[in-house]
């Protein structure tokens, strides 16, 4: 089979590879479609330590079940595992507990394992489903006639669960997301849909903006070098700064504008890191202790979020057609990391 193969830094590679072999326990799944992530276009320019290659990437996937080696395999309702179901999966695989997995935040956990990083990924017509991924029931079966492309949107969307749940957002709040890509854009439409009174994105990108006025929020925002972008977020939250600021790219900047325009007494969430490879920056965190602001951080994503992620994808109320703007072959998958960096899209999904 074919698989897009990451092979070193900016080395991603469309290649024949052997078809999977299952062990005992494992499924086997025929992709139907797996989007590309933020993360795989940053391995695939900047590299990732945590990635031994040859690597398949690719663990925004849903498939269908077209072999099983997992004699009493089940789903995390308890349902059997059956030939042809069609499925998303949890992507943190544990292997054995520790003092994070007792807290109910396996995210954290010294003992995890990931989809594409160290089993391989979906970037390719079938994955094998690892036995402790099949035992452990991170394997969810779609009962829903949405598409395998926007049920792709179930693993990202459930890390931008795992955010909120430390956020609080209510009646009573603003929200500015810094970022407009299709991370930025669920948290807006999540921050919404928690009622947060006025939801607005801030981006350098033109494009990505434009694509952002079709979710209904209530300001699309350019930022700039004279830092403009701040004054208008003061005046359209009267002058008090948003309550709850998320910054969903990996800049700098945007983590120190963040601080800046919060306002008293919000909260802030760091979704995105910066670059392994430059991840420390000075900020001004007098703002921290004068506006006495509440900092987070977001990494991955709980099973409870992805759970989450799953029913509101199941529900119908979450645009997710909208945030699914290209659907390519996998022979195009550089033509995606393209149109990602470029703003010219949202999620990029490779269809099999």
Known sequence: MKAAVYEGKER??????????????????????????????????????????????????????????????????????????????????????????????????????????????????????????????????????????????????????????RLGIGLKDTVTIIGAGPIGIMHALLSRAQGAQKVFVIDTNEERLKMAQDFNLDGAILSTSDGAHRERIAQLTNGNGPDVVIVAVSAATAQNDALEIAAKAGRVNFFAGLPKSSPVTPLNVNHIHYKELSISGSYSEKKSDFQAAYALLHSGRFPASKIVTHRLPLDRIQDGFHLMETGESLKVCIAF
């Open 12 to 165: 991603v590679i469309v290649q024949e590879v052997a078809d999977p072999m299952l062990n005992e326990g494992e499924v086997l799944l025929a992709v139907d479609a797996c989007s590309i992530c933020g993360t795989d276009l940053r391995t695939y320019r900047h590299g990732d330590l945590k990635i031994n290659p040859p690597r398949i990437l690719g663990h925004e996937f849903c498939g269908h079940v077209v072999e099983s080696r997992a004699t009493d395999g089940r789903y995390a309702d308890g349902t059997p595992i059956q030939i042809g179901d069609r499925v998303v999966m949890y992507i943190v695989i544990l292997a054995g507990t520790d003092r994070y997995t007792e807290m109910g935040r396996e995210n954290l956990s010294g003992k995890r394992t990931t989809m594409s990083y160290h089993h391989d990924g979906a970037f390719a017509p079938f994955v094998r489903i690892p036995a402790n991924a099949v035992a452990q029931g991170n394997l969810f079966k779609v009962t829903s006639n949405i598409s395998s492309d926007q049920m792709s949107l179930a693993e990202p969307l459930g890390c931008v669960m795992n955010a909120h749940s």
